[in-house]
């Protein structure tokens, strides 16, 4: 169980790589910019880590040197920061539950597959930042980060009315599918289109060998969790959230 946790923080870091990074003392600092969280904070590593005051002091002179805010992510299996990061006055925010799929007992959804493609396409890009409610500068980031992914990776879009309405992409890192960026269009939600993109991603990746299927949503998300419950992500591994000084 604790492997499988840990493999699965480590897939979902190569799934949504950061181009920029610093490593200290068995911690990840992120810093690519944007509002993602996972890709500007502190992540704990698997393995002997240095103790949480000396690592608290080097991140915040990173980040500030940047302008950034100062945000740790701190999941169940890692957690020796958060008392240290509550005395020194960081305020939580975000929590979610990392969700996991045996490939090994999926089968072919059966209704009509999403468009696959190896790379992210021109519409793909164009309709992912409208469905997700970007802005150039988020989307320039989020391409920044596609461009650097190095495991394999696909994307899967449904089409209708000419134009993409359901979007997601996954990556297979060490055995383990990683889904990221899931989302439908508002005015085609609860049609199972965001379904068919996330099944359709889930045959490709036990075609390639993948043996697992992972991940991470928001906590209080139910509908989300009732749809990935309905693709077969039956098993909880852990839960994590943020950190952030105002």
Known sequence: MDDLNWRVEEACFNAWPSPRQVLHGGWLMRFSGGGVRRTNSVNPLRGPRAEPAGVIDAAE???????????????TIADEMESHLVERGYRFEGGSTVLHCDLRRHRPSGSAAAELSREMTPGWSRDGKRISGWSDDEQAV???????????????SVTMDGR????AYGAISNGLLVLESVATDA???????????VATLLDWARDEGAEGACLQVLTDNQPARALYASLGFDRELHSYHYRRKP
Not at 61 to 75: E, Q, S, T, W
Not at 142 to 156: R, Y
Not at 187 to 197: H, I, N, P, S, V
Request: aromatic fraction near 16%; glycine fraction near 8%; avoid cysteine.
């Open 61 to 75: 002179k990173l980040y500030g040197a940047l302008g950034r805010d100062y945000i740790f992510r701190v999941p």
């Open 142 to 156: 989020f391409t920044d980060m596609i461009v650097s992914i190095v495991v394999p990776k696909a994307f899967a």
């Open 164 to 167: 993409i309405v359901a979007k």
């Open 187 to 197: 005015d085609y939600r609860k049609r199972g289109y965001g379904q068919r993109a």
